[in-house]
């Protein structure tokens, strides 16, 4: 499957691999957690799927992490907390 080049696709790949590595989790843990298949993780991440309503409102959960962020249309992440 071809590339998608809508920047607004890109970004969500970057960002999606990104939350994933700052997590520690691999392609499958992520895929585990969100309970879908490690191929479509790896899919989403090259830019060739774009996400479903359910399947973003998981990632936001999983990740805590805004919609809006996840998808490009924000700069804003959730402040994270710190554990002593």
């Known amino acids: 499957m071809k590339t998608n080049t809508d920047p607004r696709l890109l970004i969500f790949a970057q960002r999606l691999k990104s939350m994933r590595v700052e997590n520690g989790w691999t392609m499958q843990e992520l895929a585990n957690r969100l309970d879908t298949s490690k191929s479509l993780i790896h899919y989403y991440e090259k830019a060739e799927r774009e996400p479903g309503i359910t399947m973003l409102a998981k990632m936001r959960d ?11 249309d924000s700069t804003a992440r959730r402040l994270k907390k710190i554990a002593n």
Do not use: A, L, Q
């Open 62 to 72: 999983v990740f805590n992490e805004d919609s809006d962020y996840i998808m490009g």
